[in-house]
Structure formats: C-alpha cells, structure tokens
C-alpha cells in the first residue's frame, strides 16, 4: 500500500520541482524555431569542417528558416602523448577537441552568447602507423559530434530562455 502511494506521489512531486522540457512542441516549437535561425559561420581546418556540418546537422533539424544569428566557433585540436616506454615511443595518446562560440545577433551585431565546449579522447598508438592514423580521425570525428551536441545544447537553453513568458 505504501508503494502505491509513492507511486501516485511521484508525478506530483515531479511536477513541483521545476523541469520544464526543452523542445516543448517538438519541431515547430519556440526553441527548434531559434535553432533554426543560427547559420554557422566557416570554422577553419579539418576539424572545422566536421565541427561546422554536425552543427548544421543538428541546428537545421527542425527546419532552415531566415537566419537570425550567427554561430562563430575557433577550435582548439590537440594530441599530446601520455605513456612513453623507456625507447621514447609514444604508447599512449590524448586527443583533446575544445572551442570557443559566439552567437551573435546579425541585427545589432550583439553577441547574445559567449561559452566554451570541449572534450577528449584517449588512443593507443599500435606498431602500425596506418592504425594508428586511423584512430586519431576517428577519435576527431567523435570529439566533433560531441562539441557539436554541446554547443548545440547551449544555444537551445539560450533559446528557450529568451522565448520563456516573462
């Protein structure tokens, strides 16, 4: 019996806490219609380009509309070596993607939202150098969607907060 009750306690409880979903009304919502207003400026470089198509990806989702705002992004790639043997040979390898993004409003040129992202991603270095090669994209190409998420994350709090009732 106790059980049932806080079961039937829990909505409630839920309810009061404050959540509020982010994409209310799924794609024709207030927050998918900002995202779909944030053109990407070019990010240079490789990881740029990854970095700029999985935003697209993510901020056209809902539809492309007349741009509004314009997502600046500068990235930081990094590898560094972590384990070395006594022969100086790398064993053990960190790829570390960071960035930092502007949004800005194309109409007053105000930057609206000014935040970093980042992550990282550990590779082991293998007697070939092909594989190696191999798992150094790989990594990038995770790290790029990861940063992408995180940003695209962001600019959707942002968006919910400026379309909330005041």
Avoid: F, H
């Amino acid at each position: 019996m106790k059980r049932l009750a806080v079961l039937l306690a829990l909505p409630l409880l839920l309810a009061g806490c404050g959540l509020r979903p982010l994409y209310t009304a799924g794609g024709s919502g207030p927050v998918a219609n900002v995202l779909g207003q944030v053109d990407v400026a070019p990010i240079d470089g490789k990881p740029g380009w990854l970095v700029a198509n999985a935003l697209r990806d993510r901020l056209s989702a809902g539809g492309s509309q007349t741009a509004r705002y314009r997502l600046d992004v500068k990235l930081d790639d990094k590898i560094v070596g972590l384990a070395v043997r006594s022969d100086n040979s790398v064993t053990r390898e960190r790829r570390t993607l960071r960035a930092r993004y502007q949004l800005v409003e194309l109409d007053t040129g105000t930057v609206v939202l000014d935040a970093t992202a980042g992550s990282d991603a550990g590779i082991d270095v293998v007697t070939s150098e092909y594989a190696t090669i191999a798992a150094e994209a790989s990594a990038l190409e995770r790290l790029s969607d990861i940063v992408a998420d995180q940003i695209v994350a962001r600019v959707a709090l942002y968006a919910r907060n400026e379309t909330a009732p005041k």
